[in-house]
């Protein structure tokens, strides 16, 4: 069965940093997509950024860019987002989501992605 966990949400100021983590495991995929997305109360998920396990291309929603780094680490199934100057306009639950079956530039895109972990809480305080 696949798992997708986050972990590092938490509390920070405006212009503070967090590093958020997601680990993947129970799927067979040596090249696939992961993700981040993320959703604020009230309102609908959003693509924040994507990249895939065993390339190093990278997509990011306009409102990151600059700010935001997504990583992996392909020996521990994991992604890392690096969130630096946040916002408050940034705070939300963040949801780590993977696309097994695409890799490449198939992933450099917010459409691709059906596999989801719980999420993680993010809080910006002005």
């Known amino acids: 069965q696949v798992r997708l966990a986050e972990s590092g949400g938490g509390s920070v100021q405006a212009g503070g940093s967090l590093k958020l983590s997601c680990t993947a495991s129970?799927?067979?995929?040596?090249?696939?997509?992961l993700g981040w997305f993320r959703q604020a109360p009230g309102k609908e998920r959003t693509g924040v950024a994507t990249?895939?396990?065993?390339?190093?291309?990278?997509y990011y929603a306009t409102s990151v860019r600059g700010r935001f780094t997504i990583s992996t680490n392909a020996a521990k199934n994991t992604a890392y987002l690096q969130m630096d100057d946040l916002k408050t306009e940034d705070a939300g639950t963040y949801f780590c989501?993977?696309?097994?079956?695409?890799?490449?530039?198939?992933?450099?895109?917010?459409?691709?992605?059906?596999?989801w972990g719980q999420g993680t809480v993010v809080d910006v305080g002005d």
């Open positions: 989501a993977a696309a097994f079956k695409w890799s490449g530039g198939s992933c450099l895109s917010f459409s691709k992605f059906d596999e």
């Open positions: 129970g799927h067979t995929a040596a090249r696939y997509c």
């Open positions: 990249t895939f396990v065993g390339g190093s291309a990278s």
